[in-house]
């Protein structure tokens, strides 16, 4: 029995461990990696940031359709022709409109979407002081109504 | 009285909200383009059916133009294919065609076969065209007017409808203002 336990174990652990390496492969690229490391994890993180169009939810480092390969080539030219992040995320808004960000900057068209989460949380807030001042000023009674019949 | 509109208010909001959302006429994918309004980028490639041809844009300023991206792997280009080969009989606007992550010899079977509506069309071999007019598929129609400016983009197959209420008022409007 304890043997079978461990079994499993075994079995779900090296699925896990095989999952999470299938996960951190860097993107196979017809170009292979930039020499430049530090011009390699730049590039890992900008295309991390830029969204696939075509398939709306994948980021361009993980699609595979053309369009993401064409993308790629694009931000690893302009890395080593020497251009910084901004001007590569500025070059693909130019092009495709902030939503081409999974980040999109704070800026006045922005600000709902990042302050959405503590406007909900404010209001979320203001019920919950609003409930409890109102049980408060509530009579202290232990017997439900409803069982005193 | 006040306490009760308020959740009445929200339950309109949301009505709005997924009527907008749920509008079977919206393509969800549709992204609206930032260049509407900004010069048409430049290209100058070769034409599909003639090598030794150049397609410039930049030889089409002062005129009004719609660039139609295409490529023989996209299905909708079919559908809408009709309707280009109409719109060209119409002889109210030049036609410009990209074509885009294409094989040349596909390219020119598909024209020789179903009709060429285009004046040029342009082979983006390595689509470094299409990234800088934004394009993300296929079939996408810009409008550019006769100062070289975007004035609209139209991601779908082009139908009769839709050319003439969104494409020939715009054109017209172009074309009486560039004179």
Known sequence: ?149 | MWKFLIPVAAFVALAVLFALGLNPKRDIHALPSPLIGKPAPAFDLTDVMDPSRHVDNTALKGQVYVLNVWGTWCFECRAEHDELLAIARQHVVPLIGLDYMDQREKAQQWLTQLGNPYQGVGFDTDGRTAINWGVYGAPETYLVDGRGQILYKFISPITPDVWEREFLPRISAAQRSGT
């Open chain 1, 1 to 149: 029995m304890i043997r079978r336990r461990l079994l499993v174990a075994a079995l779900v652990l090296a699925t896990a461990a095989g999952s999470a390496l299938g996960a951190s492969d860097p993107t196979v690229d017809v170009y292979g990696q930039i020499e430049n490391h530090a011009l390699q994890s730049r590039y890992d993180h900008i295309t991390q940031d830029l969204r696939c169009l075509v398939c709306q939810n994948e980021s361009i480092a993980d699609s595979n359709v053309e369009l993401a390969s064409d993308l790629r080539r694009q931000v690893r030219e302009m890395l080593i022709a020497g251009k910084s992040d901004d001007d590569i995320f500025q070059y693909m808004t130019d092009r495709y409109g902030e939503f081409v960000r999974f980040n999109p900057p704070l800026t006045p068209k922005t600000w709902l979407i990042w302050g959405a989460p503590f406007i909900m949380v404010a209001v979320g807030a203001i019920v919950i002081i609003r409930i409890a001042r109102h049980r408060a000023r509530l009579p202290v009674d232990d017997e439900p109504a409803s069982e005193t019949k």
